[in-house]
Nanobody
Framework: QVRLVESGGGLVQAGGSLRLSCAASGSIFSINAMGWYRQAPGKQRYQRELVAEITPGAGTTYADSVKGRFTISRDNAKNTVYLQMNSLKPEDTAVYYC?????????WGQGTQVTVSS
């Protein structure tokens, strides 16, 4: 199994920044994708949306709503993925979940709350 521990959420004013971190441990496979999803207030688990994803070769994917504001990066030596969030908007308010995916496992973190006040 793969365990994910997230940190870095909090309350910030619109226009501010936050940096999320997610450390993976356990049975890590070298070829994996890690990413961030978010679940907005009132939404169900199946309505989680992909925010950003990064592959081992550092290929990245972003939701259109965060392009130009959020940056995902990874430190393979530390099995850690980061999400730098700038120019935050109230609509970014959500619980952010880290995701790890390889050919064996699809694992989720416990989630970290991000609240952006207007």
């Amino acid at each position: 199994q793969v365990r994910l521990v997230e940190s870095g959420g909090g309350l910030v004013q619109a226009g501010g920044s936050l940096r999320l971190s997610c450390a993976a441990s356990g049975s890590i496979f070298s070829i994996n994708a890690m990413g961030w999803y978010r679940q907005a207030p009132g939404k169900q688990r199946y309505q989680r949306e992909l925010v950003a994803e990064i592959t081992p070769g550092a290929g990245t994917t972003y939701a259109d709503s965060v392009k130009g504001r959020f940056t995902i990066s990874r430190d393979n030596a530390k099995n850690t993925v980061y999400l730098q969030m700038n120019s935050l908007k109230p609509e970014d308010t959500a619980v952010y979940y880290c995701n790890y995916n390889d050919y064996r496992y699809n694992s989720w973190g416990q989630g970290t709350q991000v609240t952006v006040s207007s």
